[in-house]
């Protein structure tokens, strides 16, 4: 193989989304979501994961901490997408690390690459980074999160998002060492519009090896999940 040769492009499946970035994410690429609350991360996550197992083939281990795993069926079940048929069907491992007794960074690692292992898993979902983060004692320790990404994810080719949750009026970045660990940043923006309405956009801020968009893009929230749109 080249050097120059170019990873596969494992498509997103959000709407609108990946002709921005070239048809797809890199497999393997490591993808952080950066967004305040209610601007769709979860959603996002959620489409993200659902369109891997249910149209590409590809199995997905899906961890969250935010909400637990009964009210995210029901919550995305609104949207037609059904986690927990996919579930049933091995294809889908969905995780609560919130309910997880005894906890620590380190064994909640080893849960995320034990359950990948179990179904074969091509991607992961951690939603939120912010609560996984959080909830360790190692608070400021980062090497766990670093050797995650490049001693496995990247190495088996698994491509990872991970929300991060963006305080209220901040412009969503803090200078946390997973922004330079990350290959890409994708930011979900909410504003109010002159007339006075609540509005959700979406910017690209980062992909590394791709020629992205740079613009803002507004998103809608339709009966099947969240919609980029190309303006
Ligand atoms: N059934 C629905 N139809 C349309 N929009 C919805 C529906 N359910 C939730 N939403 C929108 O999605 C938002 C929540 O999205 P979510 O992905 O949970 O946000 P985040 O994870 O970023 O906090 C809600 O605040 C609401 O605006
Ligand atoms: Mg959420």
């Known amino acids: 193989m080249s050097v120059l040769e170019t990873r596969v492009r494992t498509k997103t499946g959000v709407p609108g989304l990946d002709p921005l970035i070239q048809g797809g994410l890199q497999q393997g690429d490591f993808v952080l979501l950066v967004g305040g609350i209610g601007t769709g ?10 369109n891997a197992a249910k149209l590409y083939g590809e199995k997905t281990v899906f961890a969250t901490f935010e909400e637990d795993i009964a009210s995210l069926k029901r919550n995305m079940m609104q949207f037609g997408m059904d986690l927990g048929s996919l579930e049933r069907d091995g294809n889908v491992k969905l995780i609560d690390l919130e309910a997880l ?9 080893e849960t995320l690459l034990g359950a990948l292992d179990e ?8 939603d939120s980074l912010t609560a996984f983060l959080s909830g360790a004692a190692e608070k400021f320790d980062y090497s ?3 050797h995650l990404v490049y001693k496995t994810l990247k ?5 990872t998002l991970m929300t991060v949750s963006a305080p209220q009026g901040s412009s969503g970045l803090g200078a946390g060492v997973e922004e330079f660990v990350a290959d890409g940043l994708f930011q979900l923006e909410s504003y109010i519009t002159e007339n006075m309405e609540l509005k959700t956009r979406f910017i690209v801020r980062k992909l590394r090896g791709t020629d992205h968009s740079r613009k803002y893009h507004n998103v809608a929230f339709t009966p099947s999940g969240i919609e980029i749109y190309k303006w």
Not at 43 to 50: L, T, V
Not at 155 to 159: K, P, Q, S, V
């Open 144 to 146: 766990f999160l670093m």
């Open 101 to 109: 007794e005894g906890g620590g960074m380190g064994a909640n690692i």
């Open 155 to 159: 190495r088996e080719g698994i491509t």
């Open 119 to 126: 179904i074969k898993g091509k991607r992961l979902v951690v």
């Open 41 to 50: 991360k979860t959603i996002f996550s959620c489409q993200f994961a659902y």
